[in-house]
């Protein structure tokens, strides 16, 4: 069984930082990619920022210069730190990895899910 576990959302005033964690744990073989979403009232799931196995990124042009991803590959663990914070990041941060587990079969990655954190940034 595997899980991930968030922590970190906060509510936080206008040009405040913060960091999301997010540790996978359970009968974890290896992980691939590993990412942060973000989802907010009325709007669709998007993508924050991606992470690989080898610390390649990629994010989204809204948060490029104020969040960085990065990830303790020791740990299973991804962090989102984000800086310079404005009201339209508030949201609902999920974190999700794709993995295989000591039972997989085959050479399939499966993406895993985190439960969500709030964020809410105040003007």
């Known amino acids: 069984h595997v899980q991930l576990v968030e922590s970190g959302g906060v509510l936080v005033q206008a040009g405040g930082s913060l960091r999301l964690s997010c540790a996978a744990i359970?009968?974890?073989?290896?992980?691939?990619?590993m990412g942060w979403y973000r989802q907010a009232p009325g709007k669709q799931r998007e993508l924050v920022a991606v992470i690989t196995s080898g610390g390649v990124t990629n994010a989204a042009d809204s948060v490029k210069g104020r969040f960085t991803i990065s990830r303790d590959n020791a740990k299973n663990t991804v962090y989102l730190q984000m800086n310079s914070l404005k009201p339209e990041d508030t949201a609902v941060y999920y974190c999700?990895?794709?993995?295989?587990?000591?039972?997989?079969?085959?050479?399939?990655?499966?993406?895993?899910w985190g439960q969500g954190t709030q964020v809410t940034v105040s003007s």
């Open positions: 999700n990895a794709d993995l295989r587990t000591r039972e997989s079969v085959g050479n399939s990655w499966f993406r895993y």
């Open positions: 359970g009968s974890i073989s290896s992980i691939n990619v």
